[in-house]
């Protein structure tokens, strides 16, 4: 099956500071990747939609200066929390679907953002 | 969104089989019906999709109303592996999946 690797798997960042999450897909190419975040024993809530070369489309209600995503190449989209708060500690996810044909998602493995 | 609607929780004995349901009944015509399985701190895995017809992988099998309103994930014979919160999602055209709140499988020993 195809594979999706995100880093940092764990991630611990002071109040203010902005920090970088990688999501990649190793073995296929992804026109379009989505970022979740998970709250402890709750769901998964879809963030946004990122297509490569073009700005990402934001779920209602999420603030899109506050996480910042870019879809530079096939193969790799990055999710930017700006300014973090202790709120915005949290499991987020991506997920990537192949260019074509095959439907299932492949998700990364999670990152874990601890904000002190 | 497209809303599926699944237990909160099931139990199954270990080694019998297991019936998930979940019921989709605004389903579109287009709408694939797709099943992941999340372990604690991990990512959703895959675990099968379908359409109309019922469906069979290594993993388990999907079983599809006819009226594609709900449909029921079979795990054959569960394992304390397959313990896991497990969601039926609808695959939008846009290839959005919008995650319900799941059933939590506890496989009792």
């Known amino acids: 099956g195809a594979v999706v690797s995100q880093h940092p798997s764990r991630v611990i960042c002071k109040s203010g500071t902005s920090v970088k999450i990688e999501c990649r897909s190793l073995?296929?190419?992804?026109?379009?990747m989505f970022w979740y975040r998970q709250f402890p024993k709750k769901s998964l809530m879809l963030m946004a939609t990122s297509n490569e070369g073009s700005k990402a489309t934001y779920e209602q209600g999420v603030e899109k200066d506050k996480f910042l995503i870019n879809h530079a190449s096939l193969t790799l989209s990055t999710l930017t929390v700006t300014s973090a708060h202790p709120e915005d500690s949290s499991f987020y996810i991506c997920?990537?679907?192949?260019?074509?044909?095959?439907?299932?998602?492949?998700f990364g493995q999670g990152t874990r953002l601890t904000v002190v | 969104d497209a809303k599926t609607t699944q237990p909160n929780s099931m139990e199954s004995n270990e080694e019998e089989p297991v019936h998930l349901p979940c019921n989709h009944s605004t389903i579109s015509g287009t709408d694939y019906i797709h099943w992941y399985r999340q372990l604690p701190s991990q990512g959703p895995e895959y675990v099968i999709h379908g359409l109309t017809s019922n469906v069979n992988n290594r993993m388990a099998s999907l079983a599809i109303a006819e009226d594609r309103k709900s449909s029921t994930l079979i795990l054959h014979r569960a394992t304390l592996r397959d313990a896991a919160v497990y969601y039926c999602i609808l695959r939008v055209p846009g290839n959005q999946f919008y995650f319900g709140t799941g059933t939590s499988l506890t496989v009792i020993p």
């Open positions: 997920s990537a679907v192949k260019a074509q044909g095959i439907t299932e998602a492949f």
């Open positions: 073995d296929f190419q992804a026109t379009t």
